[in-house]
């Protein structure tokens, strides 16, 4: 299969083309040139596949230039941990995705990408730049997932003093290919220096830059798997609504991916905290970007979502295609308080902030009629302030946080200023 560029103006590429050069030349993120569909029977006995059956089979359907054989290898050692579908109330199921090495959802992706680049990298024998913006769980999945892999230098560039302690401890400590940006300012200016970056002919041509954001297409793929891996342990291919946190929206297009695949998902709903731009968009037909706002579920700070354009594109950029297939919900800071209070008090669950605010926006959507799955993205322990505010009580860390704790800090600080950017990344890819 091909790719192309959102911008309409670069040549299709192949898998390895789009994820190694992040974003198309004409600056457009790249998409699928279709989204492939999977046989009825495969969906509906998708509890008899294995996960490396399920996974490969959605895999091989966007990327024809690895082996088969070779996939099934990659699948195998991306999902090498659980991903457990467990029943919070009598509809509201969590499908948790944060048993991987960093205790987040987006080890998925990080690790597929590695493994990927590891692969055309062995055969091409180069060095490659990977840069990535996060506010928070993406820099430390991209970290675990890239460290020591042979040729790649990784820089993560992170929001000082706007991500939680845990989350820079994971990116910060691991030192050798693995450099941590603290950037004085908002995601969006991370995400901008990132942007500006891969736009830029000069440094693209001196360092190889590719990007392990959500907005590289090796990212988003893999992340289609784990909605079907949800609905086969469920056992009900009939239909059911999902639910999913969301901040630059690259997990929420995954799951329209798997609807478009065929995957029996009745309503997407997008669950925001108060950095509302999609809610406003799907209430009023304008999308309007905004500065972000510091909130309690800080990976869902962005107030310019990149992957947004992804799904606008999926529909044809028809508005009231979008307004049909996605419900906003927003849910604010003390809404997502009272509903961690509310599930220990119910259940003996501990839910991160970010979970929290998609199960209170689970129980606010309308139709309970069929299960609702809430895509759960990180676990509580990396959020201990947070736990300890709404509980009143110290969460125990699992032994891979304390750990962490442990290591010392090394990071560079940085003004978000791109002319500054551009000199020290020049220095350092000049030694490569």
Not at 160 to 168: A, D, N, T, Y
């Amino acid at each position: 299969m091909k790719f192309k560029s959102l911008n309409g103006i670069a040549p299709a590429s192949d898998f390895r083309e789009a994820l190694f050069q992040g974003i198309a030349a004409d600056g457009g993120l790249f998409v699928p040139m279709q989204i492939p569909r999977l046989s009825l029977e495969f969906i509906s006995h998708l509890h008899d596949y294995s996960l490396v059956d399920i996974g490969t089979t959605i895999i091989s359907a966007f990327i024809d230039d690895i082996p088969k054989t070779v996939l099934q290898k990659i699948i195998q050692k991306t999902f090498s941990f659980p991903l457990p579908l467990t029943k919070l109330t009598q509809n509201i199921f969590l499908l948790e995705l944060f048993y991987g090495p960093t205790l987040a959802f987006k080890d998925v992706g990080a690790r597929f990408m590695a493994e990927a680049v590891a692969y055309f990298l062995e055969q091409e024998r180069k060095h490659i730049t990977i840069i990535v913006a996060t506010s928070g769980d993406t820099g430390s999945a991209v970290a675990h997932g890239f460290y020591n892999v042979p040729n790649v230098d990784v820089y993560i560039l992170y929001p000082k003093g706007k991500i939680s302690h845990l989350q820079e401890q994971q990116m910060t400590t691991l030192g050798g290919n693995i450099h941590a940006i603290e950037v004085t300012g908002t995601f969006d200016d991370c995400q901008a220096l990132v942007k500006k970056s891969l736009a830029d002919d000069e440094l693209k041509s001196l360092c190889h830059l590719t990007t392990a954001n959500s907005i590289n297409i090796g990212r988003l793929l893999p992340q289609i798997i784990y909605y079907f891996l949800g609905i086969a342990q469920l056992r009900d291919t009939n239909a059911i609504n999902v639910v999913v946190p969301s901040g630059n929206f690259g997990n929420l297009t995954a799951a329209a991916y798997a609807k478009a695949m065929g995957a029996p998902i009745k309503q997407l709903i997008a669950a925001t905290n108060s950095n509302d731009i999609v809610p406003q968009y799907l209430a009023t037909g304008k999308l309007q970007p905004r500065p972000s706002k510091q909130t309690l579920s800080n990976a869902m700070d962005v107030g310019n979502p990149n992957n947004f354009a992804r799904l606008q594109a999926l529909y044809n950029n028809d508005f009231n295609q979008i307004h049909e297939a996605i419900k906003g919900i927003v849910v604010s800071d003390d809404e997502t308080l009272t509903e961690i209070k509310r599930t220990y008090s119910e259940t003996k669950t501990i839910l991160d902030p970010h979970t929290a605010v998609g199960v209170a926006a689970s129980r606010r959507y309308a139709d309970h009629s069929i299960p609702i799955m809430v895509a759960a993205t990180a676990h509580p322990g990396k959020f201990p302030d947070v736990i300890k505010r709404a509980l009143e009580f110290d969460m125990p860390l699992p032994d891979a946080l304390s750990q962490v704790l442990m290591g010392t800090k090394t990071s560079i600080a940085m003004e978000a200023n791109f002319s500054t950017w551009k000199t020290f990344l020049k220095a350092h890819c000049a030694r490569y």
